[in-house]
């Protein structure tokens, strides 16, 4: 599976960001996905991930009620919607995927990666 994000930029605090992945080369239904941030001198981290058929998703907490996930199974696409952005937002976004069923938080268990998309939030 082969994945291209992309929708990052320079945004305002309290602003918006729609970022997008589109996956190809593979089942895109048969893989969970996720979204993951890694800020500059830190640890890649979970952000968000959606099961499947899109039923179930678990975010971070510092995210949860401020970013949602979905995705789009007949275009092969999930896309995080990022809402009342904070300078603590600021980081590259990798969007990953996951075969099999359980949605998950850990970086470790995502097998194919996106090249990332760099996110900026001004003070």
């Known amino acids: 599976v082969q994945l291209q994000a992309s929708g990052g930029g320079l945004v305002q605090a309290g602003g918006s960001l729609r970022l997008s992945c589109a996956a190809s080369g593979g089942a895109f239904i048969d893989h969970v996905m996720g979204w993951f941030r890694q800020a500059p001198g830190k640890e890649r981290e979970f952000v968000a991930t959606?099961?499947?058929?899109?039923?179930?998703?678990n975010y971070a907490d510092s995210v949860k009620g401020r970013f949602t996930i979905s995705r789009d199974n007949a275009k092969n696409t999930v896309s995080l919607q990022m809402n009342s952005l904070k300078p603590g937002d600021t980081a590259v976004y990798y969007c990953?995927?996951?075969?099999?069923?359980?949605?998950?938080?850990?970086?470790?268990?995502?097998?194919?990666w996106g090249q990332g998309t760099l996110v900026t939030v001004s003070s």
């Open positions: 990953a995927a996951r075969w099999g069923v359980n949605i998950g938080f850990d970086v470790r268990k995502y097998d194919y």
């Open positions: 959606i099961s499947r058929g899109g039923g179930s998703t």
